[in-house]
């Protein structure tokens, strides 16, 4: 059974701090990680997308990817109320794409 | 705006009873998948086409179906509605198995009542 494990949170950050949300996940035959963001009620929004070990910055987003450590975040820097959702990491190896329960995220004005 | 497309967006069903959602992809798009996601958690796969045939399949009953048309759009079928049914179905369209970068529709929310 291939996992991928978020804390739920809700991690709550003041406006304009650095939120920093985390994934783990299992099978070590991934190959492609993404970040998706959802609003309540609403469907994901794809984020970021990272391929190979290392930092990817696009804009306020930075993420984060360890396959040694099996480990993948999100950096989101000068945190604003609309960044409040649940950011949900999914993972795809040589299976279909793995969510996690997702992070939600409140950021405080 | 993904331009993935989903109908309708609400429908409200009894236990028993059977639904067809649908979903058109974003144009130049060959790859859809559907996911269930129920409340508080993260989208589940339920199966994926590929240029009309079925390409992989989650751990969902037979009594989801579906279908892809040479139009690469789609339909999700349940039959026998069961209360758990009752769930946000996003459908996602992405170009080739291989582009796993998939854009979802805004989904329909089923309530099996």
């Known amino acids: 059974q291939k996992e991928v494990e978020q804390n739920s949170g809700p991690l709550s950050v003041p406006e304009g701090a650095i939120a920093s949300l985390n994934c783990t996940y299992s099978?070590?035959?991934?190959?492609?990680f993404f970040w998706y963001r959802q609003y309540s009620g609403k469907s994901p929004e794809l984020i970021m997308s990272?391929?190979?070990?290392g930092d990817k910055e696009d804009g306020r987003f930075t993420a984060q990817l360890n396959k040694a450590s099996q480990y993948v975040s999100l950096l989101i820097r000068d945190s604003q109320p609309s960044d409040s959702a649940t950011y949900l990491c999914?993972?795809?190896?040589?299976?279909?794409?793995?969510f996690g329960k997702g992070t939600r995220l409140s950021v405080i004005a | 705006e993904t331009g993935v497309t989903q109908s309708p967006t609400h429908l409200i069903k009894t236990r028993g009873q059977q639904v067809t959602l649908r979903c058109s992809s974003q144009s130049g798009h060959n790859t859809v998948s559907w996911y269930q996601q129920a409340l508080g958690q993260g989208p589940q796969f339920i199966f994926q086409y590929y240029r009309e045939e079925e390409n992989g399949r989650g751990n969902f009953p037979p009594r989801f179906s579906g279908l892809q048309f040479p139009n690469y759009s789609s339909e999700l079928n349940v039959n026998a509605l069961e209360l758990d049914d009752s769930a946000l179905y996003l459908c996602a369209s992405s170009w080739e198995i291989s582009k796993n970068i998939q854009y979802f529709g805004a989904g329909t929310r089923l309530s099996v009542l």
């Open positions: 990272i391929y190979s070990n």
């Open positions: 099978d070590r035959g991934s190959q492609s």
């Open positions: 999914a993972v795809k190896g040589n299976t279909p794409l793995v």
